[in-house]
């Protein structure tokens, strides 16, 4: 990974903190406390553990709350000066109605006054970032499947993303990540090129494959980054995925289609010189680590 991301090339994980990949990339004894294993341990330090093979991490954490310098620090300290975080925004900035989820307690269910509010991201995410600036690889805006009491056309969320893109700071990559396949139209795929955004190819339930998004013409949106998360197989909700393929010791299910789509985004990255920030989560085949081996075994 070392040699890809000298290139430029970033590949790593969603989230690290899993103790089923120890044997694979972390070394379960140095968890230990007391002779066993101490889970408290290793997920305050395996990040440096994993940092000593991997180059970029996407931080799931920060979509649930808006991350504090002091969080992002603890990050930054643990990492060496190459290391690239791509960060989730958080869902206060991109949901358009709070689902019915405990965690979003007496607001469940109701509009949000704070959708693509550029204030409040610049205010309340964007200031905690600025002091780990050159730490940060990309924030990827994911928006969560729209419903027709959202919007009923999609060039009006279009319409919206490009006046909230329009306000956003320079100096800062970005990339949006849709969950609405009908909505992968020319007009969404102009309004980030004209904002010098990227659009995050991703494998999800209900979207096209990567690679079939990789194919849509104009879906290519940014002239010098690629960016991709392979989350879940399309068909495949992610508490079935969680269910088949936890603790993530192994592969349980080869995706060829998806290991195909990411070989093929290092190669055109590396041909166009490209920078590249590509994720791989273990409820795609059960392992990510496997997973993005297979994706760099001519690459390297």
Known sequence: MAVLAL??????????????????????????????????????????????????????????????????????????????????????????????????????????????????????????????RKSVGLLIFEFSRFYATDYQHGRDFVVDLDRFLARLPKGWHYGVELRNKDWLQPDYFTVLRRHGVVHVFNNWSMMPTVGEQMVVPGSDTSDSMVAARFLLKPGRNYEDAVKEFSPYKSVKEVNDEAREAGKKLIAGAKQQAKQAFIYVNNRLEGNALETIAAMTESNS
């Open 7 to 132: 290139e430029g090339i970033y590949l790593g994980t969603s989230s690290w903190k899993y103790p089923g990949w120890c044997g694979q990339l972390y070394d379960e004894p140095r968890y230990a406390y007391r002779g066993k294993f101490a889970e408290a341990r290793f997920e305050r330090d395996c990040l440096t553990e994993y940092a000593e093979v991997f180059k970029t991490v996407c931080v799931d954490a920060a979509y649930y709350q808006f991350p504090s310098e002091k969080y992002l620090a603890g990050l930054v300290e643990k990492v060496p000066a190459d290391f690239r975080f791509t960060f989730k925004v958080t869902d206060d900035i991109t949901l358009k109605r709070f689902t019915n989820l405990p965690r979003f307690g007496i607001k469940a269910g109701k509009p949000n006054s704070n959708f693509l509010n550029a204030d409040l991201f610049e205010r309340a995410f964007l200031k905690a970032c600025e002091p780990f």
